[in-house]
């Protein structure tokens, strides 16, 4: 898998440590039924699927390298927004 350059420079891990990384995160995740749609919120239309899957979900927060078009819409459901590179350092705590 590739990987960009950009986001490996905010994380620094290696191919390996993100594959297992990855790995880890999908075995932890349980798909989400939308049961309740709540457009628009968001500025880009592609983005209203992230948010609704977290809400529908009952996520506690949304981690993208997007916060800023995230953070106002997310802010109003008590939703926080992290970068991958805080989560990350959240998770090896």
Same mark, same amino acid.
């Given at each position: 898998?590739?990987?960009?350059?950009?986001?490996?420079?905010?994380? *620094?891990?290696?191919?390996?440590?993100?594959?297992?990384? #990855?790995?880890? #995160?999908?075995?932890?995740?349980?798909?989400?039924?939308?049961?309740?749609?709540?457009? =628009? /919120?968001?500025?880009?239309? *592609?983005?209203?699927?992230? #948010?609704?899957?977290? #809400?529908? *979900?009952?996520?506690?927060?949304?981690?993208?390298?997007?916060?800023?078009?995230?953070? =106002?819409?997310?802010?109003?459901? /008590?939703?926080?927004?992290?970068? =991958?590179?805080?989560?990350?350092?959240?998770?090896? *705590?």
């Amino acid at each position: 898998m590739v990987y960009r350059e950009e986001h490996r420079a905010v994380h *620094g891990l290696s191919d390996e440590r993100i594959e297992e990384f #990855l790995r880890g #995160l999908a075995a932890m995740m349980t798909p989400v039924r939308v049961y309740c749609q709540w457009r =628009p /919120q968001m500025l880009d239309a *592609g983005d209203e699927l992230v #948010l609704e899957a977290a #809400l529908n *979900g009952r996520a506690d927060r949304i981690v993208t390298h997007n916060v800023r078009d995230f953070l =106002p819409a997310a802010s109003r459901f /008590q939703l926080s927004v992290v970068t =991958p590179a805080v989560f990350i350092r959240e998770v090896k *705590g």
